[in-house]
């Protein structure tokens, strides 16, 4: 905010959730003339201006799926001043007309949201924002700062370069979420674990993200039939069902969205508990952008993830077509190359044996100085290391030696375990001194150590749709001896729970009043429903948690609750006020009739 208010270029990048938006707004109210918000996606930029107006901050967005009449009651707007806030989508930049409209209307600031879109390193290239760089050279007076949440050193260099900064202050926040509780387990029986989750977090917000538009719609079903208020999301879908499922999301009406990664980046609902992937996301960024999605409001949630090394190949598939719909555009092959790389990144960290949150912080080049973070199924004890892992290991290797490192996993797992199946016998395999000897293992923790000395890089695995395990020169060390290694189970008679993870604490609060929180929770929807708003424009969950603790009865009272302000305040709070003073006086009527009892 200080370099924004000294005229300064920038680059911040803080973690999703951490206050990037906060970082352009405030100052916007501070300047001289509006500031001018590049985002990708309508629907975020509809929830922040919902959000702005809310608290009543003069803001607007300019978009094609406007009316002709709104779209000029805007640009009225914008050139008579009473705007400080505008958004606009990168494609609207370059129109004729655009860039001197922004001139009259002295914009001073230029902010590009999700600034990683820039550049070709980044985990989610949109060609349409290098137009950034085009209106830079048209209004070179004007100030331009780039906010990301998932920028590797790489990538931020990129956005410097095509935005074309001039001594920026590039500030870097830390990548750390300590709210957020992340677990990583070999895919078993996808139905039951993603159950466990939402079973976990009964009521609450969650999003499950699939691979595929077929899996999406599957495990939908599933759920929905289980009890679980859910429903599908994936570009196939109808326009209308898809914004009908959002707007149903954002309202309360659905708990649980399943979802390819078509859905995500335009909800800034900060409510969400948990945040499933039913399958290997593309890479480390978007990972740690998709799960970032949960716990935006401070307060504890799960990040669970469920795996096979399948989902690899299948990403490799998918990503050697030439399609915008559910990938970006492969743009050549060396921008190929550097998916496949963040795709080896992404195993690595989900059979990895290292706290999750060192992972993350790490891949983004920042140091983490926590010996236990309390927050992750390493550091939790919910793995452990395989005893005897080193032996383990030389079996598996010798055993895809003997098989002529001309077979799969699968076929790899069943030759250990003793399967008697047709492919073995057809060839020869359980002749091989390698046949049985991890028959007393499970076939989903045989796969899984498969996939982690494939994550490890002592397995590779060759091109095509029947992928084959050979050895690395590696992997011969370790068959050999002449390397150690460890491999990770799941600890047996654990079981997971919600979350033990650290938050920022509201100081000396004393109980929530949970019978009070729901029915603030009520109140809050009703008043979003008749204003056409999501419910936590209102007030967040945060909000509604100091209210239902303090149970404040007067104005004074209710300012003192964070994120109570004036505005807020004037709007909501007698209704809010009137709603605890009943709740306190059923209190006090039933603790009277139970002492005349």
Same mark, same amino acid.
């Given at each position: 905010? *200080? ?32 500031? @001018? ?47 400080? @806030? ?74 410097? *370069?095509?935005?074309?900064? %001039? ?100 909800? +800034? ?36 993830? $469920? ?19 559910? @990938? ?7 921008? *190929? ?18 706290? =999750? ?6 891949? $983004? ?10 927050? #992750? ?25 003997? #098989? ?15 399967? +008697?199946?047709?492919?073995? =016998? ?12 991890? =028959? ?10 498969? +996939? ?30 002449? =390397? ?6 799941? %600890? ?49 969950? %945060? ?55």
């Amino acid at each position: 905010m *200080r370099a924004s208010l000294e005229g300064r270029d920038l680059l911040l990048v803080l973690p999703t959730g951490g206050g990037k938006s906060l970082c352009y707004q405030a100052p916007a109210l501070l300047g001289s003339g509006p500031t @001018l918000v590049v985002s990708p996606l309508i629907a975020l930029m509809k929830d922040q201006v919902d959000a702005l107006v809310a608290c009543g901050v003069p803001a607007a967005m300019l978009t094609s799926a406007q009316e002709h009449g709104e779209r000029r009651a805007v640009i009225e707007d914008l050139r008579a001043g009473r705007l400080r @806030l505008v958004f606009v989508a990168p494609e609207r930049l370059l129109q004729p007309g655009f860039t001197e409209l922004l001139r009259d209307a002295g914009v001073q600031a230029i902010a590009v949201d999700e600034a990683h879109c820039i550049s070709h390193w980044g985990h989610d290239f949109r060609p349409e924002y290098r137009q950034i760089g085009e209106l830079r050279r048209r209004l070179p007076g004007v100030a331009v700062r780039a906010f990301t949440a998932t920028a590797t050193r790489e990538v931020r260099a990129d956005i410097q *370069r095509e935005l074309e900064l %001039r001594d920026p202050a590039v500030l870097v926040g830390s990548f750390d979420r300590p709210n957020l509780t992340y677990r990583s387990r070999p895919r078993r029986s996808l139905r039951q674990q993603v159950l466990e989750v939402t079973g976990r977090h009964a009521g609450a917000a969650g999003i499950v993200y699939c691979i595929s538009r077929r899996e999406t719609e599957r495990l939908a079903g599933e759920l929905a039939a289980a009890g679980v208020r859910c429903a599908p999301y994936h570009a196939g879908l109808d326009p209308e069902l898809r914004k009908e499922t959002q707007d149903r999301f954002r309202t309360e009406e659905l708990d649980v969205v399943v979802a390819t990664v078509a859905f995500g980046m335009g909800i +800034d609902r900060p409510d969400v508990r948990f945040v499933v992937h039913a399958s290997l996301p593309k890479g480390v960024e978007q990972y740690a952008q998709e799960t970032g999605r949960a716990g935006r409001d401070g307060l504890p949630a799960e990040c669970a993830l $469920f795996y096979s090394a399948a989902d690899y190949h299948t990403w490799k598939e998918l990503l050697g077509r030439d399609s915008r719909d559910e @990938l970006q555009a492969v743009q050549s092959e060396e921008n *190929r190359a550097a998916q496949l790389d963040r795709l080896r990144g992404m195993l690595a960290f989900a059979t990895g044996t290292l706290c =999750r949150h060192r992972a993350l912080v790490e891949h $983004f080049d920042e140091t983490y100085t926590q010996d236990d973070c309390g927050a #992750c199924d390493v550091c939790l004890g919910e793995l452990e290391i395989l005893e005897n892992s080193q032996v383990v290991a030389q079996k598996i290797l010798s055993c895809v030696v003997r #098989c002529q490192q001309r077979f799969g996993a699968a076929h790899v797992a069943d030759v250990l375990r003793g399967r +008697d199946t047709a492919p073995v =016998r057809r060839s020869a395999h359980e002749k091989l001194s390698t046949f049985g000897l991890l =028959r007393e293992h499970g076939v989903m923790e045989v796969r899984a150590w498969i +996939d982690q000395l494939v994550a490890l890089g002592h397995l590779q695995q060759s091109a095509g749709s029947y992928p084959t395990l050979f050895l690395s020169a590696a992997g011969v060390e370790v068959m050999r001896g002449e =390397r150690e290694i460890a491999l990770a189970r799941v %600890r047996a008679a654990r079981r997971a729970t919600a979350s033990r993870a650290r938050t920022a604490p509201d100081e000396d609060l004393p109980p929530i009043d949970a019978a009070l929180f729901d029915r603030l929770r009520s109140l809050r929807r009703e008043i979003a429903r008749e204003r056409g708003v999501p419910p936590y424009i209102v007030f967040g969950d %945060r909000a509604l948690a100091q209210m239902a603790a303090l149970c404040p009865t007067d104005a004074e009272g209710f300012l003192a609750v964070r994120g109570v302000g004036e505005v807020k305040a004037r709007d909501f709070g007698p209704t809010f006020l009137a709603e605890i003073r009943a709740h306190l006086e059923a209190l006090g009527a039933e603790s009277g009739a139970s002492q005349e009892g």
